[in-house]
T-cell receptor
Framework: LAKTTQPISMDSYEGQEVNITCSHN???????ITWYQQFPSQGPRFIIQ???TKVTNEVASLFIPADRKSSTLSLPRVSLSDTAVYYC????????????FGTGTLLAVQP | DAGVTQSPTHLIKTRGQQVTLRCSPK?????VSWYQQALGQGPQFIFQ???????QRGNFPDRFSGHQFPNYSSELNVNALLLGDSALYLC???????????????FGQGTRLTVV
């Protein structure tokens, strides 16, 4: 399973757009890229998933370049409640569903 | 539609004891995975159950065992508890047959285990 590298922490202010980039140089052909959000003492919550190009849902966008060796999670107009740890994961191709979490990115949103 | 439910939410055990944690998957899901999350770390995969069998296992000792029931619910058992077993234990469910389309696992709120 591909290893991911992402910044340990990021700071932002309310109303700004936040982009968190994840590197996954060894991504396999059948791997998907998935982002989870986790608040303290809660289970991770699925945010978005993609395979290539751009995916957008009601909370975020995921940009994946053609070589798929990196991806960027974009959170539009963050609020204080977006303060959390964000995990980038690759895998899930086939029927394994095994998720490998790194240390994640702690996003701190300030007023 | 209930999501993934775990019980109990908190638990305090003494070193050397045994503990059983329970998980009910999201409706329609047939695969249950267990994760251990130490403070300040990302969740670490323990094992995964599908069709009542352990399908994959992470780097955890045999003290960690599990079970899946015909209704897809699951238990995590830890024997001979160590202080280092103190962590948040997370259960995640997913739909295995849908996995080729990508993986979206739903997590429960976790069980906070403290070993003293």
């Amino acid at each position: 399973l591909a290893k991911t590298t992402q910044p340990i922490s990021m700071d932002s202010y309310e109303g700004q757009e936040v982009n968190i980039t994840c590197s996954h140089n060894n991504i396999a052909t059948n791997d998907y890229i998935t982002w989870y959000q986790q608040f303290p003492s809660q289970g991770p919550r699925f945010i978005i998933q993609g395979y290539k190009t751009k995916v957008t849902n009601e909370v975020a966008s995921l940009f994946i370049p053609a070589d798929r060796k990196s991806s960027t999670l974009s959170l539009p107009r963050v609020s204080l409640s977006d303060t959390a740890v964000y995990y980038c994961l690759v895998g899930g191709g086939g029927a394994t569903n095994k998720l490998i979490f790194g240390t994640g990115t702690l996003l701190a949103v300030q007023p | 539609d209930a999501g993934v439910t775990q019980s109990p939410t908190h638990l305090i055990k003494t070193r050397g004891q045994q503990v059983t944690l329970r998980c009910s998957p999201k409706s329609g899901h047939d695969t249950v995975s267990w994760y251990q999350q130490a403070l300040g770390q990302g969740p670490q995969f323990i094992f995964q159950y599908y069709e009542e069998e352990e399908r994959q296992r992470g780097n955890f000792p045999d003290r960690f065992s599990g079970h899946q029931f015909p209704n897809y619910s699951s238990e995590l058992n830890v024997n001979a508890l160590l202080l280092g077993d103190s962590a948040l234990y997370l259960c995640a469910s997913s739909w295995r047959k849908g996995a080729p389309e990508g993986t979206e696992a739903f997590f429960g709120q976790g069980t906070r285990l403290t070993v003293v």
